[in-house]
């Protein structure tokens, strides 16, 4: 599996203040990170299976919990986001949660579920699950050792094109986060690494059968593609999600 990195993973450095995930002086890459979308090979799911990720109360359990065992669907879209200040993926979860419901999930003739992974601290998930709206279950992999793991890259590269997924504006989405990081006190210190990009993975009895890697901190799967790998093929129609504007 081809992977390109922007720069060497390095550990989380703990101490690092909350910032905007839009703005870094030091960041002279702009554009796509030549990120490849080649499924994991079985090695790599087998190393990435037991690593662990955290509840909301701080629980560990291994990654494949989350995609097989008993009580686990069949198939399983898991979504990989930034740090968890990162207004653009807050606005991304939002949008999905107002086009894809647990509802229409069940109206699937196979059993289906999402699980959102962060890289922050597992303290913040309640606060992040109350401002994303997301109706699904939210882990954390401070470690970063699934991002890596799964080919995953950094980057602070806001790259060429908004998304059509994000209906509020990017300085909205700054103010937002800051507020956020301010009203957490010394949760501002464990957002996650702002460099760190995600990806979506969708997994069919324990296998992945198609997956995006971010190329930029926007380039999320555009929910009309992932309504298309889950099998809903038809748009609902649009609507704000509680409040938020579309304009």
Known sequence: MAKAAEEPSRP???STTMQSCEFDPSANFQGDLAVSDDIP??????????LMVLGADGASRPFKSLYTGEGVASRVLIVFVRHFFCGNCQ??????????????????????????????HPDLIPMYTDAT???????????RKLYDKLGMSRTLSL?????????????????????QGVRSGAGATKGGDIKQVGGEFMFDEGKVVWCHRMKNTRDHSEIPELRGVLGLNSEPDEKPANGISTA
């Open 41 to 50: 090979t079985q090695d790599i799911l087998d190393a990435a299976a037991d």
């Open 91 to 120: 606005e991304y979860l939002r949008t999905l949660a107002s086009s894809i419901t647990p509802d229409s999930l069940r109206s699937l003739s196979v059993p289906t579920s999402i699980a959102v992974v962060g890289c922050g």
């Open 133 to 143: 709206l997301c109706p699904f279950p939210v882990y954390a992999d401070p470690s």
């Open 12 to 14: 989380v450095n703990s």
């Open 159 to 179: 790259g060429n094109k908004k998304p059509d997924y994000m209906r509020t504006s990017i300085l909205s989405g700054v103010l937002r986060s800051m507020v």
